[in-house]
Nanobody, 129 residues
């Protein structure tokens, strides 16, 4: 049972990247899925989450309007489309899964790292000015 994140790389400010998180080992269709990031010298922080049904998405204020989280249940894959990237977006990005979230889990619950029990290995995003 694992999550495999990919799609990171180096890009100039204003550019775009799409991160992919592929789940394997069990079905993740009913999981709450999230993306978090950790910049050099900083603590890991919430970026975005998508509800179990896929009907709700949540974003940190710093990425709202620029990033979009989505998922393809048939492919067991979660995406993070990142547009208008800024140097402050430079970080290792992690995907995570929470199989215990209730259907009505909202943004406060979804943004808490301690609620996610399975984590991917991270993919590095570097944005230059």
């Amino acid at each position: 049972v694992q999550l495999q994140a990919s799609g990171g790389g180096s890009v100039q400010a204003g550019g775009s990247l799409r991160l992919t998180c592929v789940a394997s080992g069990r079905s993740f269709r009913r999981d709450l899925m999230g993306w978090f990031r950790q910049a050099p010298g900083k603590e890991r922080e919430f970026v975005a989450a998508i509800s179990r049904t896929g009907g709700s998405t949540y974003y940190s204020d710093s990425v709202k309007g620029r990033f979009t989280i989505s998922k393809d249940n048939a492919k067991y894959t979660v995406y993070l489309q990142m547009n208008s990237l800024k140097p402050d977006d430079t970080a290792v990005y992690y995907c995570a899964a929470d199989s215990n979230a209730i259907l009505s889990a909202g943004p406060d619950y979804s943004s808490r790292q301690e609620n996610y029990e399975l984590w991917g290995q991270g993919t590095l995003v570097t944005v230059s000015s």
